[in-house]
Protein backbone atom coordinates (compact mmCIF):
# COMPACT_ATOMS: atom_id res chain seq x y z
CA UNK A 1 0.00 0.00 0.00
CA UNK A 2 1.29 3.43 -0.99
CA UNK A 3 -0.64 5.67 1.25
CA UNK A 4 0.08 6.69 4.54
CA UNK A 5 -2.99 6.87 7.67
CA UNK A 6 -3.21 10.67 6.94
CA UNK A 7 -3.37 10.44 2.90
CA UNK A 8 -5.99 7.87 3.52
CA UNK A 9 -7.82 10.38 5.97
CA UNK A 10 -7.52 13.10 3.32
CA UNK A 11 -9.07 10.97 0.45
CA UNK A 12 -11.99 9.74 2.68
CA UNK A 13 -12.52 13.42 3.95
CA UNK A 14 -13.15 14.10 0.08
CA UNK A 15 -15.21 11.39 -0.71
CA UNK A 16 -17.70 12.38 2.19
CA UNK A 17 -17.74 16.64 1.52
CA UNK A 18 -18.47 15.22 -2.10
CA UNK A 19 -21.29 13.12 -1.33
CA UNK A 20 -22.51 15.46 1.22
CA UNK A 21 -22.26 18.61 -1.34
CA UNK A 22 -23.98 16.88 -4.23
CA UNK A 23 -26.91 15.50 -2.07
CA UNK A 24 -27.94 18.87 -0.77
CA UNK A 25 -27.89 20.14 -3.93
CA UNK A 26 -31.12 18.20 -4.69
CA UNK A 27 -33.40 20.19 -2.36
CA UNK A 28 -32.80 22.99 -5.08
CA UNK A 29 -34.41 20.71 -8.23
CA UNK A 30 -37.64 21.95 -8.81
CA UNK A 31 -38.27 20.59 -12.35
CA UNK A 32 -36.50 19.33 -15.64
CA UNK A 33 -34.68 22.72 -16.17
CA UNK A 34 -33.32 22.62 -12.94
CA UNK A 35 -32.12 19.32 -13.22
CA UNK A 36 -30.29 19.88 -16.64
CA UNK A 37 -29.45 23.71 -16.60
CA UNK A 38 -29.34 24.73 -13.17
CA UNK A 39 -32.21 26.93 -13.81
CA UNK A 40 -30.24 29.12 -16.12
CA UNK A 41 -28.66 30.88 -13.25
CA UNK A 42 -24.34 30.34 -13.46
CA UNK A 43 -22.34 33.08 -13.20
CA UNK A 44 -18.54 34.02 -14.77
CA UNK A 45 -16.54 32.90 -11.81
CA UNK A 46 -18.69 29.33 -11.08
CA UNK A 47 -19.07 28.85 -15.01
CA UNK A 48 -15.40 29.11 -15.25
CA UNK A 49 -14.85 26.41 -12.41
CA UNK A 50 -17.13 24.59 -13.65
CA UNK A 51 -16.56 23.87 -17.16
CA UNK A 52 -12.74 23.65 -16.50
CA UNK A 53 -13.12 20.95 -13.98
CA UNK A 54 -15.57 19.20 -15.66
CA UNK A 55 -13.34 19.08 -18.33
CA UNK A 56 -10.45 17.65 -16.59
CA UNK A 57 -10.22 13.88 -15.56
CA UNK A 58 -7.79 10.71 -14.48
CA UNK A 59 -8.59 10.44 -17.96
CA UNK A 60 -7.60 13.53 -19.36
CA UNK A 61 -4.30 13.65 -17.72
CA UNK A 62 -3.31 10.15 -18.74
CA UNK A 63 -4.11 10.27 -22.63
CA UNK A 64 -2.25 13.96 -22.66
CA UNK A 65 0.56 12.33 -20.65
CA UNK A 66 0.87 9.64 -22.90
CA UNK A 67 0.85 11.83 -25.78
CA UNK A 68 3.84 13.69 -24.10
CA UNK A 69 5.29 10.22 -23.27
CA UNK A 70 5.32 8.75 -26.47
CA UNK A 71 6.02 12.31 -28.52
CA UNK A 72 8.08 14.49 -26.35
CA UNK A 73 7.59 18.15 -26.35
CA UNK A 74 6.29 18.02 -29.83
CA UNK A 75 2.94 16.98 -28.15
CA UNK A 76 2.49 20.40 -26.29
CA UNK A 77 0.73 21.34 -30.01
CA UNK A 78 -1.94 19.64 -28.54
CA UNK A 79 -3.04 23.15 -26.62
CA UNK A 80 -2.54 25.52 -29.38
CA UNK A 81 -6.63 24.91 -31.09
CA UNK A 82 -7.96 24.58 -27.63
CA UNK A 83 -6.73 28.45 -27.21
CA UNK A 84 -7.08 29.97 -30.20
CA UNK A 85 -10.56 28.50 -30.89
CA UNK A 86 -11.69 29.44 -27.45
CA UNK A 87 -10.53 32.58 -27.70
CA UNK A 88 -12.17 33.36 -30.92
CA UNK A 89 -15.90 32.13 -29.71
CA UNK A 90 -15.26 34.02 -26.88
CA UNK A 91 -15.07 37.34 -28.67
CA UNK A 92 -17.38 36.49 -31.96
CA UNK A 93 -19.95 34.52 -29.69
CA UNK A 94 -20.15 32.57 -32.92
CA UNK A 95 -22.91 29.70 -32.76
CA UNK A 96 -22.89 30.24 -28.65
CA UNK A 97 -24.57 33.30 -28.76
CA UNK A 98 -27.42 31.84 -30.92
CA UNK A 99 -27.75 28.78 -28.60
CA UNK A 100 -28.04 31.19 -25.78
CA UNK A 101 -30.50 33.18 -27.30
CA UNK A 102 -32.80 30.18 -28.14
CA UNK A 103 -32.96 29.32 -24.40
CA UNK A 104 -32.93 25.22 -25.39
CA UNK A 105 -31.32 22.48 -22.87
CA UNK A 106 -30.14 20.10 -25.47
CA UNK A 107 -28.38 21.35 -29.20
CA UNK A 108 -30.90 18.30 -30.93
CA UNK A 109 -33.73 20.80 -29.90
CA UNK A 110 -32.39 22.84 -32.60
CA UNK A 111 -32.67 20.38 -34.91
CA UNK A 112 -36.06 19.81 -34.32
CA UNK A 113 -36.60 23.52 -34.94
CA UNK A 114 -34.73 23.92 -38.41
CA UNK A 115 -34.99 20.57 -39.48
CA UNK A 116 -37.95 18.66 -38.34
CA UNK A 117 -37.92 15.76 -35.49
CA UNK A 118 -36.23 12.90 -37.73
CA UNK A 119 -33.06 15.13 -37.65
CA UNK A 120 -33.23 15.80 -33.96
CA UNK A 121 -33.46 11.96 -33.97
CA UNK A 122 -30.76 10.79 -36.16
CA UNK A 123 -28.45 13.72 -33.85
CA UNK A 124 -29.10 12.38 -30.76
CA UNK A 125 -28.98 8.89 -31.91
CA UNK A 126 -25.14 9.80 -32.75
CA UNK A 127 -24.45 11.62 -29.98
CA UNK A 128 -25.66 8.80 -27.41
CA UNK A 129 -23.61 6.36 -29.51
CA UNK A 130 -20.44 8.43 -29.77
CA UNK A 131 -20.46 9.82 -26.70
CA UNK A 132 -20.73 6.77 -25.09
CA UNK A 133 -18.13 5.07 -26.90
CA UNK A 134 -16.04 7.74 -25.90
CA UNK A 135 -17.27 7.62 -22.15
CA UNK A 136 -16.81 3.78 -22.32
CA UNK A 137 -13.14 3.90 -21.67
CA UNK A 138 -13.05 6.15 -18.58
CA UNK A 139 -13.47 3.45 -16.10
CA UNK A 140 -10.84 0.68 -16.37
CA UNK A 141 -8.19 3.44 -17.35
CA UNK A 142 -8.41 5.48 -14.53
CA UNK A 143 -8.95 2.36 -11.83
CA UNK A 144 -5.73 1.46 -13.11
CA UNK A 145 -4.74 5.04 -12.27
CA UNK A 146 -6.18 4.48 -8.96
CA UNK A 147 -4.76 1.54 -8.30
CA UNK A 148 -0.97 2.30 -9.28
CA UNK A 149 -0.95 5.29 -6.91
CA UNK A 150 -2.58 3.55 -4.10
CA UNK A 151 -0.86 0.16 -4.74
CA UNK A 152 -4.62 -1.82 -4.80
CA UNK A 153 -3.94 -5.05 -6.17
CA UNK A 154 -4.59 -5.28 -9.86
CA UNK A 155 -7.81 -8.00 -9.34
CA UNK A 156 -9.47 -4.63 -7.43
CA UNK A 157 -9.97 -3.31 -10.77
CA UNK A 158 -13.52 -3.74 -10.96
CA UNK A 159 -14.43 -2.83 -7.37
CA UNK A 160 -12.31 0.52 -7.74
CA UNK A 161 -14.71 1.29 -10.49
CA UNK A 162 -17.84 0.47 -9.07
CA UNK A 163 -17.02 2.11 -5.59
CA UNK A 164 -16.34 5.17 -7.79
CA UNK A 165 -19.06 5.43 -10.46
CA UNK A 166 -21.13 4.80 -7.44
CA UNK A 167 -20.15 8.05 -5.81
CA UNK A 168 -21.09 9.97 -8.80
CA UNK A 169 -24.57 8.32 -9.93
CA UNK A 170 -25.44 8.83 -6.27
CA UNK A 171 -25.08 12.68 -6.26
CA UNK A 172 -25.42 13.36 -10.02
CA UNK A 173 -29.06 11.23 -10.13
CA UNK A 174 -30.12 13.37 -7.40
CA UNK A 175 -29.39 16.64 -7.62
CA UNK A 176 -28.67 17.17 -11.41
CA UNK A 177 -26.68 20.03 -13.04
CA UNK A 178 -26.76 21.91 -9.85
CA UNK A 179 -25.26 19.24 -7.89
CA UNK A 180 -22.80 19.17 -10.84
CA UNK A 181 -21.63 22.86 -10.44
CA UNK A 182 -21.60 22.65 -6.52
CA UNK A 183 -19.46 20.47 -6.41
CA UNK A 184 -17.25 21.42 -9.37
CA UNK A 185 -16.14 24.29 -7.00
CA UNK A 186 -14.59 22.28 -4.02
CA UNK A 187 -13.38 19.88 -7.17
CA UNK A 188 -11.85 22.89 -8.99
CA UNK A 189 -9.78 23.81 -6.10
CA UNK A 190 -8.31 20.54 -5.84
CA UNK A 191 -7.24 19.59 -8.70
CA UNK A 192 -5.88 23.41 -9.58
CA UNK A 193 -3.32 22.53 -6.23
CA UNK A 194 -2.59 18.84 -7.36
CA UNK A 195 -1.58 20.44 -11.23
CA UNK A 196 0.44 22.81 -9.68
CA UNK A 197 2.18 20.93 -6.92
CA UNK A 198 2.99 18.17 -9.18
CA UNK A 199 3.99 20.43 -12.14
CA UNK A 200 6.66 22.98 -9.93
CA UNK A 201 7.51 19.83 -8.15
CA UNK A 202 8.60 17.86 -11.32
CA UNK A 203 10.51 20.06 -13.12
CA UNK A 204 12.94 21.44 -10.00
CA UNK A 205 13.12 17.74 -9.05
CA UNK A 206 14.20 16.06 -13.15
CA UNK A 207 16.08 19.68 -14.31
CA UNK A 208 15.30 21.03 -17.60
CA UNK A 209 18.22 19.85 -19.56
CA UNK A 210 17.78 16.49 -18.38
CA UNK A 211 14.13 17.09 -20.04
CA UNK A 212 15.91 18.31 -23.22
CA UNK A 213 18.18 15.64 -23.57
CA UNK A 214 16.04 12.74 -23.22
CA UNK A 215 13.29 13.95 -25.92
CA UNK A 216 16.13 14.60 -27.93
CA UNK A 217 17.73 10.94 -27.65
CA UNK A 218 14.70 9.28 -27.77
CA UNK A 219 12.72 10.94 -30.71
CA UNK A 220 15.33 12.84 -32.59
CA UNK A 221 14.08 16.31 -34.25
CA UNK A 222 10.49 14.91 -34.33
CA UNK A 223 10.27 15.08 -30.56
CA UNK A 224 11.12 18.59 -30.45
CA UNK A 225 9.47 20.09 -33.43
CA UNK A 226 5.69 19.22 -34.11
CA UNK A 227 6.43 20.06 -38.17
CA UNK A 228 8.95 17.76 -38.44
CA UNK A 229 8.99 14.57 -40.49
CA UNK A 230 7.28 11.46 -38.75
CA UNK A 231 5.69 13.88 -36.20
CA UNK A 232 2.26 13.24 -35.46
CA UNK A 233 1.44 16.32 -34.78
CA UNK A 234 1.82 18.88 -37.77
CA UNK A 235 0.04 20.90 -40.13
CA UNK A 236 -3.01 18.62 -41.09
CA UNK A 237 -3.32 17.67 -37.04
CA UNK A 238 -3.47 21.05 -36.35
CA UNK A 239 -6.19 21.94 -39.15
CA UNK A 240 -8.05 19.25 -37.95
CA UNK A 241 -8.00 20.37 -34.30
CA UNK A 242 -8.91 23.81 -35.06
CA UNK A 243 -12.47 21.79 -36.67
CA UNK A 244 -12.67 20.06 -34.22
CA UNK A 245 -12.26 21.95 -30.86
CA UNK A 246 -14.37 24.37 -32.79
CA UNK A 247 -17.15 21.49 -32.54
CA UNK A 248 -16.93 20.78 -29.49
CA UNK A 249 -16.70 23.99 -28.07
CA UNK A 250 -20.13 24.81 -29.47
CA UNK A 251 -22.23 21.95 -30.02
CA UNK A 252 -20.54 18.69 -27.65
CA UNK A 253 -22.90 17.95 -24.87
CA UNK A 254 -20.52 18.24 -21.96
CA UNK A 255 -20.13 21.89 -22.82
CA UNK A 256 -22.88 23.18 -24.21
CA UNK A 257 -25.01 22.09 -20.64
CA UNK A 258 -22.26 23.77 -19.26
CA UNK A 259 -22.96 27.39 -21.29
CA UNK A 260 -26.79 26.82 -21.10
CA UNK A 261 -26.51 26.90 -17.78
CA UNK A 262 -25.24 30.56 -17.65
CA UNK A 263 -27.67 33.25 -16.90
CA UNK A 264 -27.43 35.62 -19.84
CA UNK A 265 -25.32 35.22 -23.59
CA UNK A 266 -23.19 37.53 -22.45
CA UNK A 267 -22.25 35.40 -19.24
CA UNK A 268 -21.79 32.33 -21.72
CA UNK A 269 -19.51 34.32 -24.03
CA UNK A 270 -17.39 35.32 -21.48
CA UNK A 271 -16.69 31.97 -19.74
CA UNK A 272 -14.96 31.39 -23.29
CA UNK A 273 -13.01 34.00 -23.87
CA UNK A 274 -11.85 33.45 -19.98
CA UNK A 275 -11.31 29.84 -20.67
CA UNK A 276 -8.68 29.95 -23.29
CA UNK A 277 -5.86 30.21 -20.94
CA UNK A 278 -7.58 27.59 -18.72
CA UNK A 279 -7.40 25.31 -21.54
CA UNK A 280 -4.51 25.68 -22.96
CA UNK A 281 -2.68 24.86 -19.37
CA UNK A 282 -5.24 22.24 -19.52
CA UNK A 283 -3.57 20.26 -22.30
CA UNK A 284 0.23 21.58 -21.61
CA UNK A 285 0.82 20.54 -18.35
CA UNK A 286 -0.48 16.80 -18.81
CA UNK A 287 1.68 16.56 -21.93
CA UNK A 288 4.83 18.15 -20.12
CA UNK A 289 4.33 15.41 -17.31
CA UNK A 290 4.26 12.93 -19.72
CA UNK A 291 7.83 14.40 -21.05
CA UNK A 292 8.53 14.79 -16.55
CA UNK A 293 8.00 10.99 -16.43
CA UNK A 294 10.09 9.88 -19.93
CA UNK A 295 13.02 11.95 -18.44
CA UNK A 296 13.00 10.67 -14.53
CA UNK A 297 11.70 6.74 -15.39
CA UNK A 298 14.55 4.91 -14.94
CA UNK A 299 12.19 1.32 -15.65
CA UNK A 300 10.04 1.92 -18.09
CA UNK A 301 6.32 0.58 -18.53
CA UNK A 302 5.02 -2.00 -20.87
CA UNK A 303 1.89 0.47 -20.81
CA UNK A 304 2.50 3.94 -22.18
CA UNK A 305 -0.17 4.66 -20.12
CA UNK A 306 0.98 3.90 -16.38
CA UNK A 307 3.88 6.38 -16.91
CA UNK A 308 2.23 9.12 -14.83
CA UNK A 309 1.04 7.19 -11.79
CA UNK A 310 4.26 5.49 -11.88
CA UNK A 311 5.42 9.23 -11.93
CA UNK A 312 3.31 10.40 -9.34
CA UNK A 313 4.14 7.42 -7.13
CA UNK A 314 8.43 8.08 -7.39
CA UNK A 315 7.72 11.73 -7.00
CA UNK A 316 5.32 12.76 -4.38
CA UNK A 317 6.00 12.64 -0.44
CA UNK A 318 3.81 10.45 2.10
CA UNK A 319 1.38 12.91 3.45
CA UNK A 320 0.58 14.40 0.12
CA UNK A 321 -0.25 11.54 -2.26
CA UNK A 322 -3.28 11.43 -0.36
CA UNK A 323 -3.65 15.53 -1.74
CA UNK A 324 -2.90 14.46 -5.02
CA UNK A 325 -5.05 11.63 -4.93
CA UNK A 326 -8.24 13.42 -3.99
CA UNK A 327 -7.37 16.21 -6.36
CA UNK A 328 -6.59 13.54 -9.00
CA UNK A 329 -10.46 11.88 -7.72
CA UNK A 330 -11.28 15.51 -7.57
CA UNK A 331 -11.45 16.01 -11.13
CA UNK A 332 -12.38 12.96 -12.41
CA UNK A 333 -15.71 12.95 -10.51
CA UNK A 334 -16.65 16.01 -11.78
CA UNK A 335 -15.93 14.82 -15.43
CA UNK A 336 -17.76 11.71 -14.78
CA UNK A 337 -20.84 13.67 -13.04
CA UNK A 338 -21.07 15.96 -16.57
CA UNK A 339 -20.79 13.15 -19.03
CA UNK A 340 -23.65 11.40 -16.90
CA UNK A 341 -25.66 14.03 -16.84
CA UNK A 342 -25.11 15.15 -20.75
CA UNK A 343 -25.56 11.88 -22.15
CA UNK A 344 -28.71 10.77 -20.40
CA UNK A 345 -30.12 14.01 -21.18
CA UNK A 346 -29.77 13.37 -24.94
CA UNK A 347 -31.40 9.79 -25.00
CA UNK A 348 -34.00 11.21 -22.32
CA UNK A 349 -34.81 14.34 -24.44
CA UNK A 350 -33.72 13.55 -27.94
CA UNK A 351 -34.62 9.38 -28.26
CA UNK A 352 -37.09 8.64 -26.06
CA UNK A 353 -38.91 11.93 -25.84
CA UNK A 354 -39.25 12.23 -29.91
CA UNK A 355 -40.29 8.50 -29.77
CA UNK A 356 -42.98 8.88 -27.53
CA UNK A 357 -44.33 12.03 -28.69
CA UNK A 358 -43.81 10.18 -32.25
CA UNK A 359 -46.20 7.46 -31.05
CA UNK A 360 -48.59 8.99 -28.81
CA UNK A 361 -49.12 12.47 -29.79
CA UNK A 362 -48.53 13.67 -26.79
CA UNK A 363 -44.92 15.12 -25.31
CA UNK A 364 -43.60 13.43 -21.88
CA UNK A 365 -44.21 15.16 -18.80
CA UNK A 366 -40.97 16.40 -16.89
CA UNK A 367 -41.58 14.16 -13.99
CA UNK A 368 -41.17 10.70 -16.55
CA UNK A 369 -38.53 12.61 -18.13
CA UNK A 370 -36.66 12.64 -14.99
CA UNK A 371 -37.25 9.34 -14.46
CA UNK A 372 -35.90 8.13 -17.79
CA UNK A 373 -32.43 10.37 -16.99
CA UNK A 374 -31.59 8.78 -13.62
CA UNK A 375 -32.71 5.55 -15.57
CA UNK A 376 -30.26 6.12 -18.40
CA UNK A 377 -27.85 7.17 -16.15
CA UNK A 378 -28.03 3.62 -14.14
CA UNK A 379 -27.76 2.14 -17.67
CA UNK A 380 -24.58 4.19 -19.33
CA UNK A 381 -22.81 3.44 -15.67
CA UNK A 382 -23.12 -0.67 -16.43
CA UNK A 383 -22.34 -0.36 -20.12
CA UNK A 384 -19.32 1.21 -20.11
CA UNK A 385 -17.58 -1.08 -16.95
CA UNK A 386 -18.48 -3.81 -19.48
CA UNK A 387 -16.74 -1.58 -22.33
CA UNK A 388 -13.53 -1.14 -20.52
CA UNK A 389 -12.98 -4.09 -20.21
CA UNK A 390 -13.97 -5.29 -23.43
CA UNK A 391 -12.37 -2.59 -26.19
CA UNK A 392 -8.94 -2.80 -26.88
CA UNK A 393 -6.76 -0.16 -29.38
CA UNK A 394 -3.32 0.26 -30.43
CA UNK A 395 -3.80 3.98 -31.11
CA UNK A 396 -2.78 6.51 -28.64
CA UNK A 397 -5.76 7.06 -26.53
CA UNK A 398 -6.01 10.19 -27.27
CA UNK A 399 -6.99 9.58 -30.94
CA UNK A 400 -9.79 6.69 -30.02
CA UNK A 401 -11.19 9.86 -27.88
CA UNK A 402 -11.12 11.95 -30.35
CA UNK A 403 -12.60 9.81 -33.00
CA UNK A 404 -15.19 8.45 -31.21
CA UNK A 405 -16.73 11.22 -30.57
CA UNK A 406 -15.99 12.62 -34.05
CA UNK A 407 -19.03 9.90 -34.89
CA UNK A 408 -21.37 13.00 -34.57
CA UNK A 409 -19.39 16.36 -34.34
CA UNK A 410 -19.08 16.99 -38.00
CA UNK A 411 -22.37 16.25 -39.02
CA UNK A 412 -24.00 18.55 -36.51
CA UNK A 413 -21.22 21.47 -36.57
CA UNK A 414 -21.90 21.94 -39.96
CA UNK A 415 -25.76 21.03 -39.85
CA UNK A 416 -25.75 23.97 -36.36
CA UNK A 417 -24.07 26.50 -38.73
CA UNK A 418 -26.50 26.11 -41.52
CA UNK A 419 -29.51 26.03 -39.15
CA UNK A 420 -28.46 29.22 -37.81
CA UNK A 421 -26.66 31.24 -40.27
CA UNK A 422 -28.13 29.50 -43.67
CA UNK A 423 -31.82 29.15 -43.17
CA UNK A 424 -33.68 31.81 -44.26
CA UNK A 425 -34.67 32.33 -48.32
CA UNK A 426 -32.17 34.76 -49.14
CA UNK A 427 -29.64 32.07 -49.81
CA UNK A 428 -31.36 29.94 -52.22
CA UNK A 429 -30.57 26.37 -53.62
CA UNK A 430 -28.08 26.46 -50.03
CA UNK A 431 -30.80 27.39 -47.47
CA UNK A 432 -29.98 24.68 -44.88
CA UNK A 433 -32.97 21.74 -45.18
CA UNK A 434 -32.95 18.42 -43.66
CA UNK A 435 -31.84 16.24 -46.58
CA UNK A 436 -28.30 18.14 -46.46
CA UNK A 437 -28.73 17.90 -42.28
CA UNK A 438 -29.12 14.16 -42.28
CA UNK A 439 -26.78 13.68 -45.03
CA UNK A 440 -24.28 15.68 -43.52
CA UNK A 441 -24.93 13.49 -40.46
CA UNK A 442 -24.30 9.95 -42.05
CA UNK A 443 -21.20 11.00 -44.13
CA UNK A 444 -19.69 12.84 -41.37
CA UNK A 445 -19.65 9.68 -39.25
CA UNK A 446 -18.36 7.15 -42.09
CA UNK A 447 -14.31 8.30 -41.13
CA UNK A 448 -14.94 7.37 -37.65
CA UNK A 449 -16.44 3.73 -38.92
CA UNK A 450 -13.36 3.31 -40.93
CA UNK A 451 -11.60 3.42 -37.89
CA UNK A 452 -12.48 0.16 -36.32
CA UNK A 453 -11.96 -1.95 -39.71
CA UNK A 454 -8.53 -3.69 -39.90
CA UNK A 455 -6.70 -1.40 -41.68
CA UNK A 456 -7.52 2.41 -42.03
CA UNK A 457 -5.80 5.74 -43.05
CA UNK A 458 -4.32 8.53 -40.85
CA UNK A 459 -6.26 9.89 -37.78
CA UNK A 460 -5.88 13.52 -38.44
CA UNK A 461 -6.47 12.57 -42.08
CA UNK A 462 -9.68 10.87 -41.29
CA UNK A 463 -10.66 13.85 -38.92
CA UNK A 464 -10.32 16.54 -41.82
CA UNK A 465 -12.25 13.79 -44.15
CA UNK A 466 -15.34 14.05 -42.01
CA UNK A 467 -15.58 17.50 -42.29
CA UNK A 468 -15.34 17.95 -45.65
CA UNK A 469 -18.39 14.78 -46.05
CA UNK A 470 -20.71 16.63 -43.87
CA UNK A 471 -20.01 20.09 -45.65
CA UNK A 472 -20.38 17.88 -48.99
CA UNK A 473 -23.79 16.08 -48.01
CA UNK A 474 -25.20 19.31 -46.48
CA UNK A 475 -24.74 21.73 -49.42
CA UNK A 476 -25.80 18.26 -51.98
CA UNK A 477 -28.90 17.30 -50.03
CA UNK A 478 -30.04 21.13 -49.44
CA UNK A 479 -30.13 22.04 -53.03
CA UNK A 480 -31.93 18.79 -54.33
CA UNK A 481 -34.59 19.37 -51.53
CA UNK A 482 -34.83 22.82 -52.75
CA UNK A 483 -34.98 22.23 -55.98
CA UNK A 484 -37.69 19.17 -55.61
CA UNK A 485 -38.97 20.21 -52.89
CA UNK A 486 -39.05 24.14 -52.56
CA UNK A 487 -40.25 25.87 -49.43
CA UNK A 488 -43.35 27.94 -49.75
CA UNK A 489 -43.09 30.93 -49.48
CA UNK A 490 -44.72 30.98 -45.70
CA UNK A 491 -43.95 27.86 -45.21
CA UNK A 492 -41.20 25.86 -42.55
CA UNK A 493 -37.35 24.86 -44.40
CA UNK A 494 -37.52 21.81 -42.99
Not at 21 to 30: E, H
Not at 96 to 107: A, G, Q
Not at 360 to 375: E, H, P, W
Amino acid sequence: MNLSAVDIAIVGAYLALTIYSGTYAKKYIKDLSGFLVAERSMGLNLGLASLISSEIGIITYMYLAEAGYRNGLAALMIGIPFFLVFLFLGRTGFIIKPLLELRIMTLPELFERKYGPGVRFLAGLLMAVGGIINFGVFPGVEAKFINTVTGLPANAILWTMIVLLAVVLLYTALGGMISVIFTNYVQYILLSLGMVFLTVFGFFKVGWPQIVSTVEKTFGARGVNPFAAGSAFGWTFFFWQLLFQLSVLTIAPYITMRIFSAKDSRTGTRIFTWSSVMFLARAVIPVFWGVLALSCLTVKPDDPLQALPLMIVQLTPKGLLGLMLAAFLAASMSTYASYLLSWSSIIAQDLVGVTYKRLSGRRLDDRRLLIVNRATMAGIIVFIIWWSFSFKSEELLFFYLLLAVNLFLAGTLISAVFGIYFHDARFGLLRGRSWGAALAFVLGAVPTVLFYLPSHPPVSRRGNWSYALALGGMVVGSVAQNIFKPVPKTGDAA
